[in-house]
């Protein structure tokens, strides 16, 4: 540790998240690492003639948020992509004449990429038709993501392209909807791995390291300084391009990368393991998705269980996408599995398993009623859900979720109520990747029009503990610390303490001020990562 400081921090309210010293007012950098926390006459001892000294106001200071769930890539081409999400586009008629609009600006054979499609929230209750699509945009290739993420709809432009018509056969794990003669409609569900290989990238190198950029400074401006990008086809090509981002700067917070679970060998002659890397871009769990889209579980049971004790075999912990109650059940069963047989690996000193103290990750959890709940907490795998979803699609849950499954969705207050490691991650661009909204339904329960959802109670005030909400201490603490934890870097970032990765957000509002809905509008006034200001509200 260097004998004077780089950075001090002075007149902070420091939330360290750090339970042997939860409160300080003032934090010491030295190089990329934190050299002191504490009051300012401890801090103050390690300047010196060298050290750039920030008077944080009296602001919240706290650690780096970590986004434990997202798509990097994904999410940056949807923000130069077209917005279907309501009440924008409130009908079939008015998502045409949006198709049609960005068509008219644009050279004949570019595609044109939607996100947010959501058939409930049209008036007519319906995916608009291929003919519909093909008269809106018929020089243009079309494709219209769903909500959720594993549907989409494309127009006939777009199924040539991909080389879908009448002949080609189902994927695996996916389903191309047909008419009563046998030829796609358009709609394809959970085919984005297969469209990928087949498409490649539909956009020059120069839109995608805009778009990138755009996002890195947008996530640094919420105080997000690591994300955890949980592609299920990552590879070697995704790492690439991560690694070529992150050198230049391009994309500024930490990035760990998940791996595809159907590219771990390809990772492996590769000489890339979990935990290859370095601080600033390293590999993360093995992905699985686990789906129930197509009407059946997929992968089957004994596959899914091949597929888990497979990862752990080849250095990986497992990540295992699952949303409705049969899913996360089979997840339940396949993370126990894993580990029974990562632990007789480690017994028998035999192949390179993974580190049975890694926790091994449930994605999303979002249908655990209490008898999946007690089996869920017995596995000690760490849940990665979304409290921003209760936010940003919490009311139409409250008008299609049948009533006595509500509470039971997304119920990350019970999950840490029974002391089930939770993290947050926004599952961007499912939906927004602002990290607030979701930290205010975690501590008030309520979804983005202020409606309550069963499973939280009310918390007006951040420090009531009398709600069944989470504090804020603990909706920050699913952000940073818990965060850090699910990807087995809690020695080093997730809480402000001597010795840890000098990552931290102040924010633009005291403690005190804060109200339910002033929540919704927090941000960072600086963002700090490895000890450098990355972001900086122009006028402080």
Request: charged fraction near 20%; aromatic fraction near 4%.
């Amino acid at each position: 540790m260097e004998s004077s400081a780089s950075l001090i921090l002075a007149n902070a309210r420091v939330l360290t998240l750090d339970p042997l010293n939860p409160r300080a007012e003032a934090v010491a950098i030295a190089g990329e690492r934190i050299a002191a926390v504490g009051s300012k006459a401890q801090v103050s001892n390690l300047r010196g003639p060298k050290t750039e000294v920030i008077n944080c106001r009296g602001l919240p200071l706290i650690p780096g948020l970590n986004d434990a769930h997202t798509h990097i890539l994904a999410t940056a081409a949807s923000l130069s992509g077209l917005d279907c999400r309501s009440p924008g586009i409130g009908s079939v008629g008015e998502l045409l004449a949006a198709i049609r609009d960005r068509a008219a600006v644009l050279t004949v054979g570019q595609w044109i990429r939607g996100i947010g499609l959501e058939p409930g929230d049209l008036r007519e209750n319906r995916y608009p038709t291929l003919e519909e699509l093909d008269s809106a945009a018929s020089k243009h290739p079309v494709r219209l993501e769903h909500s959720s993420g594993h549907a989409c709809l494309l127009n006939s432009s777009a199924l040539i392209a991909s080389g879908i018509d009448a002949e080609t056969s189902d994927p695996p794990d996916g389903v191309i909807e047909r008419d009563q003669n046998g030829l796609p409609t358009g709609l394809l569900l959970e085919m984005g791995g297969y469209l990928r290989e087949r498409l490649g990238r539909t956009r020059s190198p120069g839109e995608i390291e805009a778009s990138v950029s755009f996002l890195s400074e947008t996530l640094l401006s919420y105080g997000i300084t690591s994300i955890q990008d949980a592609g299920p086809n990552n590879g070697t090509d995704q790492w690439g391009t991560f690694q070529s981002l992150t050198s230049a700067k391009v994309f500024k917070p930490r990035v760990t990368m998940m791996a595809g679970v159907g590219k771990l060998h390809e990772m492996a002659e590769a000489g890339l393991t979990w935990g290859s890397g370095g601080d600033r871009l390293r590999i993360g769990h093995a992905k699985i998705m686990l789906t129930c889209t197509t009407g059946q579980l997929m992968p089957a049971r004994q596959d899914l269980g091949e597929l888990a004790v497979g990862a752990r075999k080849l250095g990986f912990p497992i990540a295992i996408h699952a949303i409705e109650q049969e899913a996360v059940e089979a997840a339940i069963h396949a993370v126990a599995l894993a580990d029974l047989d990562s632990c007789n690996v480690q017994g028998a000193s035999a192949g390179p398993a993974a580190n049975p103290r890694s926790r091994n990750r449930i994605e999303h959890c979002a249908e655990c009623p209490p008898q999946l709940m007690e089996k869920l907490a017995r596995t000690g795998a760490t849940v990665v859900t979304q409290a921003g979803f209760i936010y940003w699609r919490g009311d139409g849950y409250l008008e299609r979720v049948h009533a006595e499954l509500l509470p039971h969705l997304y119920p990350f207050s019970k999950m840490v109520e029974l002391q089930i490691p939770v993290a947050f991650g926004s599952d961007s661009p499912v939906i927004d990747s602002n990290p607030w909204p979701g930290i205010y339904s975690a501590i008030t329960g309520r979804t983005g029009s202020g409606r309550q959802f069963p499973q939280a109670g009310e918390r007006l005030n951040p420090s009531d503990e009398r709600s069944s909400g989470l504090t804020l201490a603990q909706a920050l603490s699913a952000h940073t610390l818990a965060g850090a934890k699910a990807e087995d870097m809690a020695h080093r970032k997730g809480m402000i303490r001597t010795g840890m990765l000098a990552d931290l957000a102040l924010l633009d509002m005291p403690l005190e001020e804060w109200g339910s809905r002033d929540i919704l509008g927090v941000k960072s006034r600086l963002t700090i990562v490895g000890g450098r200001t990355v972001w900086r509200e122009e006028e402080f």
